[in-house]
């Protein structure tokens, strides 16, 4: 059965970094995107950061310039290096993969998500 597992979750004051990781496990034929999205109680998921299998990077307009996300193929890991954080980046982020399983008969890729890493920002 494919996992997603994030870690590197924490608490940091306001400018402080943090780096999240997401392995992906099981059995995997391949990974066309992996991202992260980010929540916080009482409003809607967000969409922070993805990066697709070919290198295609995309990201959310707050966090542009702030966040840089990378993938290692070769573990089937995906980072996310987060700089200069601010209180309003504070929230469970979860990361998210499009995978094709090796046990899926039918060749169709399936959306994984990871429990999530808090983070948050405080001073």
């Known amino acids: 059965q494919v996992q997603l597992v994030e870690s590197g979750g924490g608490s940091v004051q306001p400018g402080g970094s943090l780096r999240l990781s997401c392995a992906a496990s099981?059995?995997?034929?391949?990974?066309?995107?992996m991202a992260w999205y980010r929540q916080t109680a009482g409003k809607q998921r967000e969409f922070v950061a993805s990066m697709t299998k070919i290198g295609g990077v995309h990201y959310a307009g707050t966090v542009r310039g702030r966040f840089t996300i990378t993938r290692d193929p070769d573990k089937n890991t995906a980072y996310l290096q987060m700089n200069n954080l601010n209180s309003e980046d504070t929230a469970v982020y979860l990361c998210n993969a499009k995978i094709l399983s090796a046990d899926d008969p039918w060749g169709y890729e399936s959306d994984y998500w990871g429990r999530g890493a808090q983070v948050t920002v405080s001073s």
């Open positions: 099981g059995r995997i034929a391949s990974i066309r995107e």
